[in-house]
């Protein structure tokens, strides 16, 4: 692996924007304008992880990285990591005291958006990790959420952020060194990089949304995890739900299998849809048995009534 990247600063900046990148020719510039944008008034440097692309991407990278408002600093694979690992190493060559995600393919709408995070993390330690609401926007350009995620501003613990990946990963800030708490088991999902990451600042502080919308979050139908439909999505996260089962103290188990009772919910509407009854019906019956009697109540008895009424009429 190779790093290329402007002259050395002596001192660590004070934000390092993660970006990791495969095959994104065609985005990365967007990504890396939007960071180039930002008004800030501290020391940021930029870390672009490319995990061995075939396409173009390197070639902008580097055009990039010769000389620039910021510091930026290439990391060339030798070859393909997969996801989490790429994701895991770009974090490891962030030197600064927190870290901005930024998948190449997002981009930031807001020129203050660095300025207003940084000013709530350094105000108050116990925040761990910062985010704000995004736009969906589909890769034509066409806008199809106006402000995601649905949910009031404010801090969240570690209860909420099981239950739920409420921060949109073009939103995260998290304080630098979290990472490095990762499980072993992180690195065989799949695809669901920021999600553990959340859960895993939720277990020292607080995460905190901001009442501002400074991101797009692109609906790319090549993504390794919006490309696969949300079928494949439940399972990814059902997976995840698993190892959290098996990781968190028992006092959160409850809020586990209700986050995993939501994903078969979710699963049996879908399998319905397809008229694959029998798989339906045994998703439905997860979403019952999995949560607390107590909760998901009104959805779950929905879901296996929904079941029941495809069993009949199949």
């Known amino acids: 692996m190779s790093s290329l990247g402007s002259a050395a600063v002596d001192s660590a900046p004070l934000v390092s924007v993660s970006i990791t990148s495969f095959n994104s020719e065609r985005w990365l510039s967007r990504a890396l304008d939007s960071v180039l944008q930002q008004r800030a008034g ?107 995620p649905s949910l009031p501003p404010g801090r969240y613990g570690l209860a909420d952020i099981i239950r739920q990946n409420i921060v949109p990963s ?18 065989d999902l799949p695809c669901l990089a920021d999600w553990p990451i959340l859960v895993l600042a939720a277990q020292s502080g607080d995460i905190v949304m901001l009442d501002r919308v400074m991101a797009d979050y692109a609906l790319t139908p090549e993504s390794a995890y919006m490309s696969k439909g949300p079928a494949y999505q439940d399972e990814i996260e059902l997976e995840f739900c698993n190892f959290m089962e098996r990781s968190l103290p028992q006092e959160f188990q409850r809020h586990v299998r209700a986050a995993k009772g939501k994903r078969y919910e979710s699963m049996a509407y879908i399998l319905r849809q397809r008229g694959d009854y029998a798989a339906a019906r045994k998703a439905a019956i997860n979403a019952f048995r999995s949560p607390d009697l107590r909760d998901n109540f009104g959805s779950k008895c929905k879901a296996l009534f929904a079941a029941a009424i495809g069993r009949w009429s199949s």
């Open 42 to 148: 501290f020391s940021i440097e930029i870390v672009v992880g490319d995990d061995h692309s075939t396409d173009g991407t390197l070639a902008v990278a580097r055009s990039y990285a010769t000389e620039n408002k910021f510091p930026i600093r290439v990391l060339e694979r030798s070859k393909n990591l997969g996801m989490q690992r790429n994701y895991y190493d770009t974090f490891e060559h962030c030197r600064g005291k927190y870290i901005a995600w930024l998948d190449a393919d997002d981009y930031w709408t807001d020129p203050e958006k660095l300025k207003i995070q940084i000013e709530h993390m350094e105000s108050d330690p116990s925040i761990t990790a910062c985010g704000h609401y995004v736009r969906f926007v589909r890769h034509d350009g066409t806008l199809a959420r106006a402000k995601c």
């Open 170 to 187: 073009p939103s995260i800030m998290f304080r630098n060194g979290i990472h490095r708490d990762l499980p072993k088991w992180y690195f």
